[in-house]
Every structure is written in structure tokens, then in C-alpha cells.
């Protein structure tokens, strides 16, 4: 039997392994995808955001806790556990050296990377080499890995693990048992659910696309759910960015992404505007543009731009359509081209001239419009001029496993002694709602590494003192 059986094969799964393992625990990690697939939505990541005092190798200048708690705070607004969430604000100030010795390389920003050279460490090879080097690591010292198994059950003792069941009807048994299977943003038939139906009796989510992984079913936050274990969230919660609406099902990844929404204007399929596109920087403001398309009619809308702007945003993977002329552009949209049209003539009247910088905050905006556009409004009458199809793209949901400091998975309010959650299947605790990039990868590094400690030593009958990983040595 292995002291420490982890469920799920991205960077929370191995960040517990690791851990697990360094303390002399045997590990078994069992991943649903095949090998080519490994590393879940980890695979798809660019970056980590950090805490850090004074400038440190790749990241510049000092981006302090308070900073990064009032940035977690603000998107959040205030659905976050504040003791949580510093923990895993401090243990991103400490986490690069250990990731470093297990293969991890940082580099500096490439241009169009959501500005964050301050805040974010960059992976050198994305996320894919992360994983990858995480998995040789791992190897190297000693975890056992099997592909192709995705997990049904968990079976329990009351609150005790005892062994999980694969999908295919195989009992492992284990000491300790860390779940780190993410959430279950790729399980359309929940997200349906959740999501329910409209005032039009369309139901949305059959028109979310998802950004990453197809694993993430949530079959076993499902059945830990059922299980009594506490949880804590939303299920309409989650992060979702407006992609490029040809993007595939699954694993489109971040160049589906549209980054050029602030810089233009944005219709629904009725031809009107809906929402302020200038309203804060864009690393601010692109993780509410999927909801805001979920809530359109078709969950469909057009991001439109002018020549003008070509070249100032991260260009998108498949070509925009393109006229010559703005009813020419509405036509081959298909939307309504007396509306649009109106739209568009509104909005060039109503903006102000001021002096365009779309590093800060400008003071080009319109007057008398509703929705107003507050910064980087400029009129939209150079041809030829762009239109980009965007759809909701579900990065990952929020709904989650409730825990504390110990990672420790929890029935009516008390934590079991051996099963341990990590990544998605928890960052519902610090994330009610909102979102702030990088952060995702903090919480699993630091909550990865917390859960597979813990697991080893009580697979082992170790105790573990809380300053060792709460970030705070
Ligand atoms: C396109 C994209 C870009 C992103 N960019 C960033 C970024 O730059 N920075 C950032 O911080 N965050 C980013 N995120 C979010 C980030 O990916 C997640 O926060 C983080 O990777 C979660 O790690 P995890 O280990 O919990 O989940 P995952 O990496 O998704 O791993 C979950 C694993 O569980 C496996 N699994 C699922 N069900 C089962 C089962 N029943 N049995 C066995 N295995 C199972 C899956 O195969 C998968 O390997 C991005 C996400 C996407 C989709």
C-alpha cells in the first residue's frame, strides 16, 4: 500500500507529490488523461503572481502582501478568507526556489502579457514545462505515476480515507489520500445545470467553450459532495473570458483569448452596446467579459475595432473578419445593420477628445452615451475595420471542497485526519468571485505543497508544525 495516493495529475497533484516524497512518503499518482494530455488546465498556464519586497530575479520593482491582499480583496469583493488568503499571498514569496530545484525555469514577460512584469513570475516553455518538469522530478525520486486512471470513488471510514476506486472498478488502497482533481468546469451538463435557463428559455451554458482540460469532469467533487464533506461557493462561479467564438470545445488555451475589447467597442447580436469596454487596464477587466457574454442574447457578441488600434494588443490566433465599411462589417457579422450602424454612429459622437495612452487610465471617454466608454475612446471610422465573434470561455469554476490552513478536507465542520485538497478543488476559499491573473497557480502551489506534507505525516505519524508551510518561515 502507498503512504499517499494523490488524485489528479496537474500542478496541485504535483506539487503534493513532491512534497509527499520529500518527506519519505511513497507516492502513487493516479491522472485521468493519458500521458500526453497530463497536467490539466497546468498545462495551458503562463505565470504565478508573487509577493515579494525588493525586485527578485524576473519580477520588478515590490509588489507587497498588503498589496496583493488588496488586489485579492478588491476582485473578490470581500468573498475570501483573509487568513487563507495571506497564507498563500506569503507562500508565494518563498515557492520559486523550491520550484526552481524541481526543474522550474522563470523568464521575463513577452510583450502582450497583461502588463504584470511586476506582480507575476513567468514560466519559461508556459505551463506545459512546468508540468513536464515536474513530472521528471517526480519520477526521479521515486513517485509512481499511472496514466489513464481516472477516479469514480472515495471510499471512507467516517471521516477517514481508506481508498479510492478507479472509473474502471479497481480498489487502491492508501494512508493518506490528497485530492487535487480540479474543478468541474469541463462537465457541460453541470455547468447546464448551474447555469439553468434564461428569461429568453435559452439555457447558456451550451454555448460555453472551455479553455482547458476535458478531465476536469468534477466527478469527485461530485462525490464528496454526496459524501457530506463541507464546501464552500457558487457553482455559477468561476473565471470566464471572452474567446474567440471559432475556438475548439476544449483546450483552446490562452490564444483564443481577444485582447482587443478596450481598445474598441462591443455589440451584442442585437447590434447595441452593453457594457462599459474602457472601464478599468484590461489585466483588470478580462476575466468579467465571459460572464458579461453569457448574459447576452445567443451568448454570443462582436468585439469591433478600426485600423487605428492594429498592433497594440496581443493579435488573435485566427484572423478577425474584415470591410471595408461599417454596414459592409454589420452584414458580415450578421448582425441587424440599422442597429449597428447606430450603435457605432453613436458612439463616434459621443466621444471626447483627449490625448489617447492606453498605459493608463486617459482621458478619452464619451459624453451623454449609455453604456459610456470611460478611457481609450477614440472613434471607430478607419477602414478597414475588424469584428472578432466572442463566446463565454470557462477557465475553471469556483465551487470547492472547504478547508483551513491544513488543507484537510472537512465533514460538518471537522477535518478529516488523512484526506487533504489542493488547487481548484479549493481555491473557492479564497475565491468567492473575481479573479486576479496568476493567482490560480499561487493557490495551488501553495496549497499543493501544504496537502501533500500534511498527507505524508499522517501516512507516516508525523506531526508538522504549522510555521514549516504556512508560508511564514
Ligand atoms: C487557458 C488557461 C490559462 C491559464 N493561465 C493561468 C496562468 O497563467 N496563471 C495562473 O495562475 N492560472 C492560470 N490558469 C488557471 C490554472 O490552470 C489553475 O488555477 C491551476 O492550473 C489549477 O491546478 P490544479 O492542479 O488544481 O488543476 P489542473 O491543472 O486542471 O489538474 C487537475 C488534474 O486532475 C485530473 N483529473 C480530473 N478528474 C480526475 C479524476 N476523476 N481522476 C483522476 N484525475 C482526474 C485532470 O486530468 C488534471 O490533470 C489558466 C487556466 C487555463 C484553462
Known amino acids: 500500500m502507498h503512504d499517499v495516493v494523490i488524485v489528479g495529475g496537474g500542478n496541485a497533484a504535483l506539487c503534493a507529490a513532491l512534497m509527499a516524497r520529500e518527506t519519505g512518503a511513497s507516492v502513487l499518482i493516479l491522472e485521468a488523461s493519458p500521458k500526453e494530455w497530463r497536467g490539466g488546465n497546468s498545462q495551458h498556464t503562463r505565470n504565478l503572481r ?16 498588503e498589496e496583493f491582499w488588496q488586489d485579492l480583496l478588491k476582485v473578490t469583493g470581500g468573498e475570501t478568507n483573509e487568513k487563507l488568503a495571506r497564507l498563500v499571498i506569503r507562500a508565494s514569496s518563498n515557492c520559486r526556489d523550491w520550484m526552481r530545484r524541481h526543474g522550474v525555469r522563470f523568464q521575463p514577460p513577452l510583450s502582450g502579457a497583461l502588463h504584470v512584469a511586476r506582480t507575476n513570475a513567468f514560466f519559461m516553455g508556459g505551463g506545459k514545462a512546468l508540468v513536464n518538469a515536474y513530472y521528471r522530478s517526480a519520477i526521479a525520486l521515486g513517485v509512481e505515476v499511472r496514466y489513464d486512471t481516472p477516479v469514480a470513488e472515495v471510499e471512507m471510514d467516517g471521516d477517514k480515507f481508506e481508498a479510492v476506486v478507479t472509473e474502471g472498478g479497481e480498489r487502491i488502497p492508501g494512508k493518506a489520500c490528497v485530492l487535487a482533481a480540479g474543478g468541474f468546469e469541463s462537465n457541460r451538463e453541470w ?12 439555457w447558456p451554458a451550451d454555448n460555453f467553450l472551455i479553455r482547458g482540460t476535458r478531465f476536469n469532469q468534477g466527478v469527485l467533487l461530485k462525490y464528496m459532495m454526496r459524501a457530506g464533506a463541507d464546501t464552500i461557493g457558487d457553482p455559477t462561479q468561476g473565471h470566464c473570458v471572452a474567446i474567440d467564438a471559432r475556438s475548439p470545445l476544449y483546450d483552446g488555451g490562452i490564444c483564443t483569448r481577444i485582447d482587443c475589447v478596450s481598445l474598441g467597442v462591443v455589440v451584442n447580436r442585437l447590434g447595441e452596446r452593453f457594457y462599459d469596454e474602457g472601464e478599468d487596464f484590461w489585466p483588470k477587466r478580462y476575466a468579467i467579459w465571459g460572464r458579461l457574454v453569457a448574459q447576452q442574447p445567443g451568448q454570443i457578441a462582436y468585439s469591433i475595432i478600426d485600423r487605428t488600434v492594429v498592433g497594440r494588443f496581443m493579435p488573435p490566433v485566427f484572423p478577425g473578419v474584415t470591410a471595408n465599411s461599417l454596414p459592409e ?10 442597429t449597428f450602424v447606430r450603435s457605432l454612429d453613436s458612439y463616434n459622437a459621443a466621444c471626447r477628445p483627449g490625448a489617447f495612452d492606453h498605459t493608463i487610465l486617459d482621458d478619452c471617454r464619451t459624453e451623454g452615451l449609455e453604456p459610456p466608454k470611460t478611457h481609450w475612446a477614440r472613434p471607430i471610422e478607419t477602414p478597414p475595420f475588424y469584428g472578432y465573434a466572442l463566446r463565454p470561455g470557462i477557465t475553471f469554476t469556483y465551487l470547492s471542497l472547504k478547508v483551513d490552513d491544513t488543507a484537510a478536507v472537512r465533514f460538518a465542520d471537522q477535518p478529516s485526519p488523512n484526506l487533504f485538497v489542493a488547487g481548484e478543488m479549493m481555491a473557492g476559499n479564497v475565491l468567492g468571485k473575481g479573479y486576479t491573473a496568476g493567482v490560480g497557480m499561487s493557490i495551488g502551489t501553495a496549497f499543493g505543497r501544504i496537502a501533500g506534507t500534511r498527507a505524508a505525516a499522517a501516512a507516516m505519524g508525523r506531526t508538522v508544525p504549522r510555521s514549516n508551510i504556512d508560508g511564514r518561515h
Open 50 to 65: 508573487c509577493m515579494h519586497d525588493a525586485p527578485q530575479d524576473v519580477l520588478t520593482e515590490a509588489y507587497p502582501e
Open 329 to 338: 462589417l454589420a452584414a458580415k457579422l450578421n448582425v441587424p445593420v440599422e
Open 191 to 202: 455547468l447546464r445545470e448551474a447555469w439553468g435557463r434564461n428569461d429568453e428559455g435559452e
